[in-house]
Every structure is written in structure tokens, then in C-alpha cells.
């Protein structure tokens, strides 16, 4: 029994390691409080509900904005969303693993799937000038979210 738990603890390092944050700088886009937030996470799964969380809060931000008639505020919302979406993608990507198909990820594919409806129908509210930003998004979202889709569920 002593050595079943001497080899656990020597092995709970390697079976629980930390998963690193992309390689490359997270994009301004993000506020502070999330830099923080994502820097000291370690799991992948709690760092996706970050992610989760600022894409609502943009999407809000977006709803806000078009109720306001902001335009230019709408523009570079979506912009920032969009740095969020391909950042979190990118994390998924290289950190998902053999736990592709957690609970946090399904909950993001779900999340991802209701914004582009969300966004969808702000769209034919919008201007005419808005309209190539918004589809521009849905494309960009659509796409991420079906990269979602092949992790979580692979051919």
C-alpha cells in the first residue's frame, strides 16, 4: 500500500502537469483582469471559461452598442472579439488533449453556436456599412466554432 502511494505521488506531476498558455502574446484585446485571470490558470478547462466569459462580455458589449447605435464602437468590438476567439482557439488547439471532450469545451461550442445566432439577427438590425463587419465576424466565429466541433468530435 506504501508503494502504491509513493508511486502515485511521483507520478501525480506528470499525469496533472500544467498546460501552458500559447506561445505568443496575448493580444491587447484582452483586458487586464482577464490577462491575470488566464496567466495564473493552469487547467485548460477552467481557462476555457475565461474565454467563455469574454466572449459574452463582447457580445453584450455588441448588444449595448447597437441599442446605443455606437457603429464605430460595434467595429471595434467585434474586432477584439475576434482577437479573443482566435487566441482561445489557439489555446484549445494546442492544449485540448485527451480531454477533448470536456464539459468547458462542449459548454464553449455551445456558447459559440448561440453568439453567431445572436450576431446574426443584430446583423439585419445594423446599418448598411455594418453589414460586410458583421458577416466578416459570423464567418470568423463560424469557423472557429466548427474547429471546435472537429476537437471535440474527430473524424
Not at 39 to 66: F, G, L, P, T
Request: hydrophobic share 45%.
Amino acid at each position: 500500500m506504501i508503494v502504491l502511494v509513493g508511486i502515485a505521488a511521483l507520478l501525480s506531476p506528470m499525469l496533472f502537469q500544467a498546460v501552458p498558455l500559447p506561445d505568443r502574446p496575448m493580444p491587447p484585446s484582452f483586458s487586464a483582469a482577464e490577462k491575470s485571470r488566464l496567466q495564473r490558470e493552469q487547467k485548460v478547462d477552467n481557462r476555457i471559461r475565461i474565454y467563455m466569459a469574454a466572449s459574452d462580455e463582447r457580445q453584450r458589449a455588441v448588444q449595448k452598442a447597437m441599442a446605443e447605435r455606437n457603429s464605430e464602437a460595434v467595429s471595434v468590438i467585434l474586432r477584439s472579439w475576434i482577437d479573443v476567439l482566435d487566441y482561445s482557439l489557439e489555446d484549445i488547439q494546442t492544449n485540448a488533449g485527451r480531454k477533448s471532450r470536456s464539459k468547458a469545451l462542449r459548454n464553449y461550442e455551445i456558447h459559440l453556436r448561440k453568439a453567431v445566432l445572436s450576431i446574426n439577427d443584430l446583423k439585419t438590425k445594423g446599418t448598411y456599412e455594418q453589414l460586410e463587419e458583421f458577416e466578416a465576424w459570423l464567418k470568423h466565429a463560424e469557423e472557429v466554432r466548427s474547429r471546435v466541433v472537429a476537437i471535440l468530435f474527430p473524424s
